[in-house]
């Protein structure tokens, strides 16, 4: 490649990993597999840069990989094999939102992987529709339509977790 294009290349790539690498934790909620996509996803954009610098949209271009990297790894049955005889214990760091990430992250590993990728790009990755539309290679209308249900499904499952009270009974009015 040449230097000049390999300079772009490391200026976007460094501008825009710790998003990517966020967007890619949020489709599959774990740090080494998103690492693999984040990875998986930059490889591809290298060896195709001088067609994808062209791009109208680069960033949907790169979206566009990535959720296909993503549904790929998804597709391979060797990634869910354990290569120890025990899995290793994971620190969580002292936060007081855990509970709630925690849920949040069960709830989208619920959705079906096409309404988990839209609600991702959407308001995680901060795409409009139409970016989202363009990266996911659908319709403006089907992103609309995932969207609406994978949040109505997200609504639903953390509203099962926290069910509204109240401290009077309908009756009550002291």
Known sequence: MPPDLEREYVEYVTARLPRLHRMAYLLCADAFQADDIVQATLTAL??????????????????RIMVRRYLDERRRGWSKVLLGDRVPELSAPADHGVEERDALLTALRSLPKGQRAVVVLRYFGDLSVEATSEALGCSVGNVKSQCSRGLATLRQALDARHPITTSQGAGDHS
């Open 46 to 63: 290298y060896v195709n840069w001088k067609r994808a610098a062209g791009a109208d949209n680069l960033d949907g271009y790169v979206h």
